[in-house]
């Protein structure tokens, strides 16, 4: 039986089509399912980084370089920690991709309390912070 073709697999692909060969980020507990893809695939190389802010100026180093650059990090702590990276790349019109895994859709329209969120149910507080201009 084949193997569904997955979004994290049309991500990954779509990433190396655009001439990302290596992803920059920090494993953490909603970005494992999309990690065991990216160590699968045949032209996307994981560099898992000490930390979020060191893996956001890596991905902007490498995009400066090759074209663009790509960031993984998880839900909550893990956005924020890079978003002073991400914010020198945007500034300077440095094209990075920031993918941040998150808790399931299911979770998150049942507003269940769980870690890196506020406490409130509300998982869009740090999507707003972020994608405000």
């Known amino acids: 039986m084949q193997t569904p073709y997955s979004v994290a697999d049309y991500l990954l692909d779509r990433l190396a089509g655009c001439g990302v060969g290596h992803l920059f980020g ?12 990216v160590i699968e695939h045949p032209n996307v190389c994981w560099v898992g980084c000490a930390n979020e802010l060191n893996a956001a100026y890596a991905a902007d180093g490498y995009a400066r370089v090759s074209g663009v650059g790509a960031l993984l990090t998880t839900f909550g702590v893990g956005e924020l920690s890079a978003i002073n990276g991400i914010a020198g790349s945007y500034a300077e ?6 993918i941040v895994g998150a808790p399931c859709r299911g979770a998150q329209r049942r507003g269940e309390l769980m870690h890196h969120t506020l406490g ?3 998982f869009q507080h740090f999507f707003t912070v972020c994608s405000r201009r």
């Not at 507990?29 to 990690?35: I, W």
């Not at 019109?93 to 920031?98: G, K, R, T």
């Open 120 to 122: 409130d149910g509300d």
């Open 93 to 98: 019109y440095v094209p990075v991709l920031h």
């Open 26 to 37: 920090v494993p953490g507990d909603y970005n494992l399912q999309f990690l065991d893809h």
